[in-house]
């Protein structure tokens, strides 16, 4: 006893020797992280593992062995030691990481909150680009933000506008390309940090003989390795460990050893989404794949940190929404400015794309996914509230003037809001989508339905009134009615001679084109619906005039064809 207890005490020193010198090995390593590009793109983050200790190391295993078996106090503190030798080294990788990863937020940050055009705010306050968004699409341009965030949500480059660094005037890419590369950089960091933890607890475990296979005692050891013998091995994921002791110590080690690692991938969180708000919701997706990834194994210190850093993010991303919604909630829109797509209809396309460029990854169920329905639930109903209360606003005298302006506001923001929808293919919102083209159909028929009868007014009330006899009355007895007998019928026909028609026609289109903006290119299929409704209307009138008065000879004084060829001749007129 004598002897051993001699020997595990020279063990135990030498070992802390061993522990020291590598500590100092690491410490005097000039960086740990992968270099940065000397050009204006860094590279991937990476984070070196530290081999040389582990082949120093792991020769050791049969020492530590006996250790366990003779000396358990001894051991312990040895675990205890190592785990907190280790400490700085790892500081100092998780520092090196995390600035290596927050340069590619330097774009972000210099370009300032109030340029990112997918963020909702009041009109006035929108920067020129984000108004000019509509009109580049106008004049059929292909480098609007939303074409381009499609392109990357495709997995396309083929959109992406990188700014090459010999074009004059060019000093940085895209702010498109600044995004996807700040996305990729955080999830680069977290996959090097969940391989940095998880190969340093295999290594540990492998190197204390804790795993279930490890030998026993001293005498069922195994060969002496010069170094590490399998490096797959250690970077793999392992079985979840049963003993509710030996996990315990596990965790407590990592908790010595990346005390400082939480903290710090806090701080580049809140570096991150205070450059860029939306940020959250890649950064929550690139936690929860290392999470996913890790579920079910060993890993438990990298879950907690995962779980613990999902609820900040979550909670980040729906504090962001909470403002998004103030902000279309807070809208005010003047009686001069009712024409033409309201702020928050024009953002939400880019912020959609924005969201599921940042979420092209997710599945279904994943948390991240769910959260970021939610808060399109969120934000599209608020929207949908705010044009009711801005429509009810307009519409508050009930006149067909002040009708007009709510069916208006109504068809171009539904418009917009389907056409963009659709065209960026985002189905995730399809619910939504179809309850746009079901408001805008809804309301462009309104629309017409009132705005025909400038034109056709005192005919279709005198036909309306015969339709409305015909329910309490036989066809042939509503010409015997005083209000609507042939000499009525023939009165109001008389008012509406082709002429006319043609003048109300050409003064129909010049108001129809004062209601609709050039943006949403809604003149064309607005004036085709009341084309439309036009000849449904004579065929209405025509109809009645056959079954309620068969012998009077009567016929409208202008016909179909008549009706199509003031529209060709209106149509070359104005080029519609």
Not at 13 to 19: G, P, S, T
Not at 124 to 138: F, I, N, Q
Not at 399 to 426: G, P, S, V
Request: glycine residues 4%; proline residues 4%; aromatic residues 8%.
């Amino acid at each position: 006893n004598v002897h051993s207890n001699a020997f595990s005490g020279r063990i135990n020193d030498y070992l802390r020797f061993q522990f020291d010198q590598q500590a100092k090995v690491l410490a005097d390593t000039k960086s740990r992280v992968a270099p940065l590009g000397s050009g204006r793109k860094p590279h991937v983050v990476v984070v070196y593992p530290h081999e040389s200790v582990e082949d120093s190391l792991i020769r050791y295993q049969g020492f530590l062995l006996w250790e366990k078996e003779l000396e358990p106090r001894m051991y312990s503190e040895l675990q205890r030691y190592y785990a907190q030798s280790m400490v700085s080294a790892y500081e100092r990788d998780t520092r090196e990481l995390m600035d290596a990863t927050r340069t590619f937020y330097s774009p972000l940050r210099n370009r300032g909150v109030d340029e990112l055009d997918y963020l909702f705010r009041p009109e006035e306050s929108r920067p020129v680009r984000a108004l000019a968004y509509g009109a580049d699409k106008l004049r059929g341009g292909d480098e609007s933000r939303a074409h381009r965030y499609r392109h990357i949500l495709r997995g396309s480059v083929e959109g992406m506008n990188v700014a090459s660094p010999t074009t004059p005037g060019s000093g940085r890419g895209s702010i498109d390309e600044d995004e996807r590369l700040a996305d990729d950089a955080f999830s680069q960091m977290m996959g090097q940090a969940a391989s940095m933890m998880c190969r340093e607890q295999n290594f540990m475990s492998d190197l204390f003989q804790l795993p279930p296979t490890a030998p026993k005692s001293f005498l069922e050891r195994g060969p002496v390795y010069p170094q590490i013998p399998s490096v797959a091995d250690l970077c793999n994921r392992r079985e979840k460990i049963r003993d509710v002791k030996i996990s315990k110590k596990i965790l407590n080690w990592m908790e010595i050893i990346f005390e400082t690692l939480e903290p710090t991938i806090v701080g580049l969180i809140e570096h991150g989404i205070k450059c860029d708000p939306t940020q959250s919701v890649s950064m929550m997706s690139s936690v929860e794949f290392q999470q996913d990834e890790k579920k079910g194994s060993d890993q438990e210190f990298m879950l907690r940190l995962c779980d613990s850093l999902l609820k900040r993010l979550k909670h980040a991303f729906e504090r962001f929404i909470t403002d998004q919604l103030r902000v279309i909630e807070e809208t005010k829109v003047s009686s001069k400015k009712r024409r033409g797509i309201l702020p928050f209809f024009r953002t939400f396309p880019v912020f959609a794309l924005r969201l599921e460029t940042a979420a092209a990854t997710l599945e279904p169920e994943s948390i991240t996914r769910k959260t970021v329905n939610e808060a399109y639930e969120k934000i599209i109903q608020s929207m949908m509230a705010s044009l009711d209360s801005i429509a009810r606003e307009s519409d508050q005298t009930g006149d067909d003037k002040e009708q007009l302006n709510a069916n208006i506001m109504y068809i171009e923001n539904m418009h917009h809001f389907y056409h963009e929808l659709r065209t960026h293919k985002l189905h995730v919102l399809e619910k939504w989508i179809k309850h746009a083209k079901s408001q805008y159909d809804n309301s462009l028929n309104a629309y017409i339905k009132v705005i025909i009868r400038r034109p056709l007014g005192r005919l279709l009330e005198f036909f309306e009134g015969v339709e409305a006899m015909m329910h309490t009355s036989t066809p042939e007895e509503v010409s015997f009615h005083i209000n609507y007998n042939k000499a009525q019928l023939r009165k109001v026909i008389s008012m509406y001679p082709a002429k006319e028609i043609k003048k109300s026609l050409e003064q129909l289109y010049r108001r129809v084109d004062k209601h609709f903006s050039e943006e949403e290119g809604l003149l064309q299929v607005v004036w085709r619906g009341i084309q439309e409704d036009f000849i449904r209307q004579h065929e209405r009138m025509e109809d009645l005039i056959q079954k309620c008065y068969p012998d009077a000879g009567a016929h409208l004084e202008f016909t179909i064809q008549d009706l199509l060829a003031m529209m060709s001749e209106l149509a070359r007129k104005v080029n519609i």
